[in-house]
């Protein structure tokens, strides 16, 4: 249905979103007041209750016991990151105008990636990543981002460049463009679009993974996501700590989100529903 | 399109077989080094002068980190060029930490010494995988084969050598609660698990909770007592070397009593840390909680409880007499970055002043004899005279008694056993567990 | 389109590390893992620097779906099904209920969008610790009923053993026979309605040996287990499957409102013309005409829900077996046990799980793209 129907929207419906929305703010606004309150205030009891007043303090204190781990976490993915976007980049830009025989072939192998739960590739990793010396190491972390970070970067480029006409690629390559002269003269300055999709993707994509950073660090060089099951994972007793933590665990991505959302939406469409 | 499908699922079906060949190619001149090594490689006196970056891996955070960070600036003041690095992987009972020690080990980087439970936690996973370096010699040349129980040492040992040093030694078998609120009830401590069923009919009519549970592994720490309680010291050791059947009535009884016991718990325990379930009794809603004497620690250093008067204790229902112990020690594993300041280290954690230092904080005796007990409060001093002179059996939910397989599985017994409260067949799964992680020679 | 020999070389060229690395961390690793699986890694001295490994069969798989000790597995397992269907159905209801709202042009679409949409962009770590809070036994949710002068509730969410629907463990083959059974009479009614003869052939002699498995044969061989061992659905993981649903639904709405907003406008006026109400409209069309993109939803969906781990890990602790999930349970396997090999049994049942909806998925796409 086209966006610009003008109809009254009936009020039931408002009272629908209205509540949704209310229920989906319930535990942001559950992690804010307990973030905000002193410990000594914190009881099961009025859990609901807001903060008598606003304890600044948790947020310094989560602050202070995440430092390194944010700061590793910034590192890991920043690096992953940009690493795979430019791999994606290239892989797509062969997938999509140099076919060959064989080549659907290969992306669908490389699609295959995409899916495997990561419990059944742990135990020879980081056997791998320790024959080559680079357990518990930042590198290590990012290697194995951007190894399985390959096949959603290569779907999302080569979706993206699918959209370029082929009359185009046609024009130039009768130009006498070559293979690298049409990647990086006419195709990189158009992917702009492409790398804040993919960007966007695999920075909450490395951002967010647990499963990897608990089992393939050493103290040094957690992931954010580590840090704050340790902060959370302790005693309970004093919970404004882990909630003002989620906060600053979740704040980077929220950002992102928050200004390049539209991006971010089409990155979710482009791993799902594109063909 | 076809052709291209077939060649895809070939590829697919036909990689793993490649790798599954050449794993087991791999595999086979593995077993052919394995035979080599024989001897037991032992731990050197001279590394040098300690200095550079030693990381201490455990599982103190919280409550017990003021122990630990004690017992680490004692070592900065005695070394003070060595950086020491604190790495704590919090969690209850440090399940969480021994996970990452794995993937640390596997990954062939091991902390230069790490927390362990003694007993056959460490025996069963370090020193059967040769891990370890022997300390013998570090035991002889700092004296400790005079001060430390030889009861302690043969626990810690095996007939190969010596494999760690132990910091501390806690209790498991104690029954916490609060004289002031008993005297309101009108009950005493229990001295036998029926006592306590009775005394438990009377606390719930007064809507007080008995005794208060947390979250799993506490449930197994409540067994062992209960385990000790029902069958007594020797019965309860026969089910570690095989003397007592894990199936006969009287084991079936120990889990018949403590089915009997939960019915006298709080519902929610599964949702709990073990310090809630002590504030649950702190606070007046339990009468009662079974927990190692680091829950002293808790209720002293964290509460600012006085023992003795604020909170009191008595050993857990029939088990008067005997000490179930269970010690954290540190080892010195293979191939560590910094081996002069990890024998340092060693040296700290046995030597009198380290445990006297670390000891008093974290709620937790002495391993040594020779301790100055006028630093520990009352219960320490009291525990240190019952472990001068009871009987003292090993703990399952700590490590002593039996190694992490068999830990493992026999908490997927007690989940069963939760769920159905079947003691005949809780008791032959223990069999089939302890048959499977060789406890009990089929 | 078919570049110049040339460009293929360097089409090969660049494709070459990305496929190398692939197929060693993929193709490789998965192969690794089921050999492993295959091993009796985990005895003993299983942590040494170089340990021993016995090819020993297939018995770690039968050791997980009959021997006594692996209790915990099935109900994993069966929480795992349980995990899947249920955020499959939570996520597309909702996010088609969203979406539909969203469709109809409230005020504030922008606003409201990114509301239902933002606990996607969150770490599993962070919703796992936020909702551990709000379901704690004494607080959070529990209250709301005191807002209305009624008691407390007294719900355990996440650590409750209640289990509802309950069947044996004994009776699985069965029940996988009569599921087998319905599919296959289903093929041989298609068969012989369109009049295809192989087809009904097959469906004929399947679907009966599937029935008289289902009700004589498995009557007559031994049981697989020696005991009845009694499984169903845990109430504990109400709790995991609301967190999971509340970040994922906002996913869901986003593929069904573009769905929504790429059908013709021609389709809902013609229907108006017709006399269809809006519900009429989004039941009967509307929906229907999103096949493929609820088709993806689901595969999406299914594979995130075999993700679970750390949303589990860190909303109920790995040891709490009423939340339990494969993926929890190869971790304590492998790192706490120290049985690798299991572990690695574990994740290959994981892998064929989610095998069962990438291949179709994959050769559905490898199709389309031809």
């Known amino acids: 249905m086209s966006q610009n129907t003008l109809r009254r929207v009936s009020p039931i419906v408002y009272v629908m979103v209205l509540a949704a929305m209310v229920i989906f703010l319930v535990p942001i606004y559950m992690a804010l007041i307990t973030a905000l309150k002193n410990p000594a205030e914190i009881n099961l009891a009025t859990a609901w209750n807001l903060p008598s007043y606003p304890y600044w303090q948790s947020f310094v204190e989560a602050y202070n016991m995440l430092l390194p781990s944010l700061r590793n976490s910034l590192v890991l993915t920043i690096t992953g990151t940009v690493l795979s976007a430019l791999v994606g980049s290239i892989n797509g830009f062969v997938f999509s105008k140099n076919r060959f025989r064989g080549s659907e072939v290969v992306f669908t192998l490389f699609l295959f990636g995409m899916f495997i739960p990561y419990q059944i590739i742990l135990i020879p990793l980081f056997q791998l990543l320790r024959a080559i010396g680079i357990y518990g190491s930042l590198y290590g972390l990012i290697l194995a981002h951007v190894v399985y970070g390959i096949p959603i970067t290569t779907l999302i480029f080569r979706n993206f460049y699918d959209q370029i006409p082929d009359s185009i690629v046609e024009s130039a390559r009768l130009d006498g463009a070559g293979f690298f002269g049409l990647y990086g003269r006419l195709f990189l300055p158009l992917s702009v679009p492409g790398f804040v999709v993919v960007g966007i993707w695999q920075f909450t994509q490395i951002w967010n993974e647990f499963l990897w950073g608990v089992t393939l660090t050493k103290q040094s060089s957690q992931p954010v996501t580590v840090g704050l099951a340790q902060l959370a994972g302790g005693q309970a007793v004093n919970w404004n700590l882990p909630m003002a933590g989620s906060f600053l665990a979740g704040f980077p991505v929220l950002l992102i989100y928050i200004f390049f959302g539209r991006y971010f939406i089409r990155g979710l469409l482009a791993g799902s529903v594109k063909e | ?442 | 389109m078919v570049g110049s020999k040339k460009n293929t070389v360097y089409s090969m060229l660049i494709l070459l590390p990305s496929l190398i690395l692939l197929l060693v961390f993929v193709y490789g690793f998965i192969g690794n893992s089921f050999y492993v699986s295959l091993t009796d890694w985990g005895t003993g001295a299983a942590l040494r620097e170089n340990p021993v490994k016995n090819l020993i069969g297939l018995e770690n798989y039968r050791q997980l779906f009959t021997g006594a000790i692996h209790e915990r597995f099935r109900q994993d397992l069966i929480n795992a099904i349980f995990y899947s269907l249920f955020l499959v159905a939570g996520t597309l209801g909702l996010g088609l209920f969203l979406a539909i709202m969203l469709d109809k042009g409230p005020k504030g679409e922008n606003i409201l969008r990114t509301i239902f949409l933002f606990p996607m962009a969150l770490s599993f770590v962070v919703t796992g610790t936020i909702w551990r809070w709000i379901f704690s036994p004494k607080g959070g949710v529990n209250l709301i009923p005191t807002w209305f002068g009624m008691e407390r509730g007294d719900f355990l969410w996440l650590s409750s053993r209640e289990k509802v629907a309950l069947f044996n463990w004994q009776s699985v083959p069965q029940i996988i026979a009569f599921i087998l059974f319905v599919i296959f009479a289903f093929m041989l009614y298609g068969g012989w309605k369109n009049g295809r003869k192989t087809q009904t052939v097959w469906g004929a002699v399947l679907s009966g040996l599937m029935l008289f498995y289902a009700a004589v044969l498995h009557y007559l061989l031994p049981p697989i287990l020696p005991y009845a061992e009694f499984h169903g659905f845990s109430l504990a993981t109400v709790g995991i499957i609301i967190a999971a649903v509340w970040q994922y639904s906002g996913y869901t709405m986003a593929l069904y409102l573009a769905g929504l907003r790429g059908l013709p406008v021609a389709m809902y006026e013609s229907a108006k013309m017709d006399g269809a109400g809006d519900i009429t409209y989004y039941l009967k069309i509307a929906i229907p005409n999103m096949w493929p993109i609820t088709l993806s939803a689901i595969i999406i969906i299914s594979h995130i829900s075999l993700k679970l781990f750390a949303l589990i890990f860190s909303m109920a602790g790995a040891d709490n077996a009423s939340t339990g999930h494969p993926s929890v349970l190869m971790y304590l396997i492998t790192f706490r046990a120290n049985n690798f090999a299991v572990g690695a049994a574990i994740s290959v049942i994981l892998f064929l799980m989610a095998a069962l909806f990438i291949i179709p998925y994959l050769i559905q796409s490898y199709r389309a793209r031809r």
């Open chain 2, 1 to 442: 399109m076809k052709k291209g499908l077939t060649l895809m699922i070939t590829l697919l079906l036909l990689l793993p077989m490649v790798s599954v060949w050449a794993g087991g190619q791999q595999e086979g001149t593995a077993t052919a080094e394995e035979t080599e090594t024989v001897a037991v490689p032992e731990v050197k006196l001279d590394y040098g002068k300690p200095s550079g970056d030693l990381e201490i891996f455990s599982w103190w955070a919280g409550d017990e980190a003021p122990a630990l960070n004690a017992l680490i600036d004692l070592y900065n003041d005695n070394y003070p060029q060595v950086e020491v690095i604190n790495a704590t992987v919090t969690g209850g009972s440090g399940v969480n930490a021994k996970a990452v020690l794995k993937t640390r080990m596997l990954g062939g980087d091991p902390p230069d010494s790490f927390q362990v439970h003694a007993g056959q936690e460490l025996i069963g996973t370090w020193v059967a995988a040769e891990r370890m370096l022997d300390l013998t010699p570090l035991f002889e040349s700092e004296g400790w084969m005079d001060v430390i129980p030889e009861d302690l040492i043969n626990l810690i040992g095996t007939e190969n050598g010596i494999w760690s040093v132990p910091v501390n030694v806690h209790r498991s078998n104690v029954m916490w609660y609060i004289p002031e609120n008993l005297e309101e009830w009108g009950v005493e401590a229990p001295q036998s698990w029926d006592e306590f069923l009775e005394i438990a009919e009377d606390l719930e009519a007064q809507g007080v909770t008995p005794l208060s549970l947390a979250t799993n592994w506490t449930v197994n720490h409540l067994w062992e007592s209960v385990a000790l309680g029902v069958l007594g010291a020797d019965k309860y050791d026969g089910l570690w070397n095989g003397e007592l059947s894990w199936t006969s009535d009287e084991a079936v009884e120990v889990w018949a009593t403590l089915d009997e016991v939960l019915e006298y718990t709080n519902d929610d325990f599964s949702s709990l840390s073990w310090q809630q379930a002590t504030d649950l009794v702190v606070g007046g809603d339990a009468a009662f909680n079974i927990m190692g004497d680091w829950a002293a620690g808790y209720m002293s250093t964290t509460l600012n409880l006085e023992p003795g008067s604020d909170y009191s204790w008595a050993a857990s229902p029939g088990t008067d007499g005997v000490f179930m112990f269970l010690a954290d020690s540190f080892g010195f594993p293979k191939g560590v970055k910094n081996p002069a300041a990890t024998l340092a280290w060693l040296k700290t954690c046995g030597s009198k002043k380290g445990q006297d230092t670390f000891n008093p904080l974290k709620g937790s005796i002495s391993a040594r004899t020779d301790s100055d007990l006028s630093k520990y409060n009352d219960y320490s001093q009291s525990a240190a005279e019952d472990f001068a002179d009871n009987r003292i059996v090993g703990s399952l939910a700590h490590g002593v008694t039996a190694n992490e397989g068999f830990m493992n599985d026999f908490a997927t017994v007690m989940e069963m056993f939760l769920n159905n409260r079947n003691p005949e067949q809780a008791a032959n799964a223990a069999q089939a567990i302890a048959i499977q992680n060789g406890i009990v020679s089929r």
